[in-house]
């Protein structure tokens, strides 16, 4: 098996590390955020969660703003789970559209790039929703498990998933291992497997839909952490027996921190308009005011 990185054993400690200071990033939150967040919000120089009127209270808050030093270093994304929590209902169900609109304002802000619920009229069955783990997919004929990982750190933490017996909905992802792309791996890295064939108008326009979902770009996210990924859609399922509402590979799911344990959980999934593709794969922060140097603090994106 040959492996690429120079120092395989200083990236596998610095995926424990990050993994482990993210754990007590969310063990912290949930232990002290009602108090923590009280005392942001109640000082000028605390957290600010901005909302553009007072009739517009049920609608999204703008850009979380850290300043002064006050939470300066922590995880923005956990603050971000933490508003995602006042809007997500309890239990999984699809959301209604006032929630829905919501939420997609609130990521939309925070992340910098607009999500959204329908794209060319075709929208999926729900945005709210049971994630589970798949295994790794064929992404070209000859390609193996062992390929997939580029360092022995990568193997140790993504090999255990195993690789699917079949092909996924829109077969391999490159038609030779000399074709294969670094966006073809990024793909299969980063893939969803979507109830596609339960969206609303599937089976009247087979062929449009099946277009329409290649690879097609979502933001993935976990409400009660605020981990988040951005991924497209490479295969169709699960099967609505299983219970599950859609599946990630097995990056996606230590991405959004459901890696382990029963290797499930709730998630938010939306369409990311990105005509030009500059949207990376991959995790992804809240994006700082800093990064906006034209718009002033407290402003409305």
Request: charged share 25%; aromatic share 10%.
């Amino acid at each position: 098996m040959k492996f690429i990185g120079r120092k395989p054993h200083y990236e596998y400690l610095k995926n424990k590390w990050m993994l482990r200071q993210s754990a007590i990033q969310n063990k912290f939150w949930e232990n002290h955020g009602d108090s923590l967040k009280h005392l942001a919000i109640g000082s000028l120089g605390g957290l600010m969660l901005f909302s553009s009127s007072h009739q517009q209270q049920l609608s999204a808050p703008n850009l979380i703003v850290s300043r002064d030093g006050i939470l300066k270093g922590y995880d923005q994304n956990v603050l971000l789970a933490q508003v995602l929590s006042e809007k997500v209902p309890k239990e999984i169900r699809p959301l209604d559209p006032l929630e829905e609109k919501d939420i997609i304002n609130i990521l939309s802000k925070n992340f910098g790039f607009k999500v959204t619920a329908e794209k060319d009229n075709i929208k999926l069955n729900r945005n709210y929703g049971l994630i589970g783990g798949e295994q790794h997919l064929y992404r070209y004929p000859g390609d193996n498990l062992y390929a997939h990982a580029d360092t022995t750190s990568d193997y140790a933490n993504y090999g255990g998933a195993g690789i699917a017996p079949g092909l996924g909905a829109w077969g391999y992802f490159a038609s030779s291992k000399e074709d294969f792309s670094d966006k073809d791996r990024q793909r299969e890295r980063y893939y969803l497997a979507i109830q596609t064939f339960l969206a609303p108008g599937f089976a009247e326009n087979f062929k449009e839909y099946r277009d329409f979902f290649k690879y097609r770009k979502m933001l993935v996210i976990n409400p009660k952490t605020g981990q988040a990924v951005v991924a497209v859609i490479g295969d169709a399922g699960p099967a609505e027996w299983t219970g599950k509402h859609l599946g990630g590979s097995p990056e996606v799911m230590d991405m959004v921190g459901l890696a382990t344990g029963p290797r499930k959980g709730p998630v938010l999934y939306f369409f990311i308009d990105d005509p030009e593709d500059k949207v990376p794969l991959g995790p992804v922060k809240v994006t700082s005011i800093a990064s906006h140097p034209e718009r002033s603090e407290g402003s409305i994106l």
